[in-house]
């Protein structure tokens, strides 16, 4: 299994807003979480062509993080500007 317990509690505490293993409902620990998983699967889907239904898992995460990114920008764009340059999302 690429993503463990302590993965997810190692991505809560680095990218979390209140930095803490037990920070899963933040925008930015979750942000975190979903960019990790679309990492994995384009990585997978770079060896894996044909494998549709992982293609459209990783479409529907993009589009759950692009959501959670719109929030962000209008609630509050500092948050996500530190988001953005802490995860290396924007190029």
Same mark, same amino acid.
């Given at each position: $299994? =690429?993503?463990? *317990?302590? %993965?997810?509690?190692?991505?809560? %505490? #680095?990218? @979390?807003? /209140? ?5 899963? @409902? *933040?925008?930015?620990?979750?942000? *975190? /979480? ?13 060896? #894996?062509? %044909?494998?549709?239904? *992982?293609?459209?898992?990783? $479409?529907?995460?993009? @589009?759950?993080?692009?959501? /959670?990114?719109?929030? /962000? ?6 948050? =996500? ?9 924007? %190029?």
């Amino acid at each position: $299994m =690429y993503l463990t *317990s302590e %993965k997810k509690a190692e991505l809560f %505490k #680095n990218h @979390g807003r /209140l930095k803490s293993e037990t920070d899963t @409902g *933040s925008p930015e620990s979750q942000i *975190s /979480l979903f960019t990790f998983r679309i990492q994995h699967l384009t990585e997978h889907l770079k060896s #894996n062509k %044909k494998d549709h239904r *992982s293609r459209l898992s990783l $479409m529907k995460l993009v @589009g759950k993080r692009r959501r /959670l990114l719109n929030y /962000l920008v209008k609630n509050d764009i500092e948050r =996500y500007r530190a988001v953005i340059a802490e995860l290396g999302i924007r %190029k």
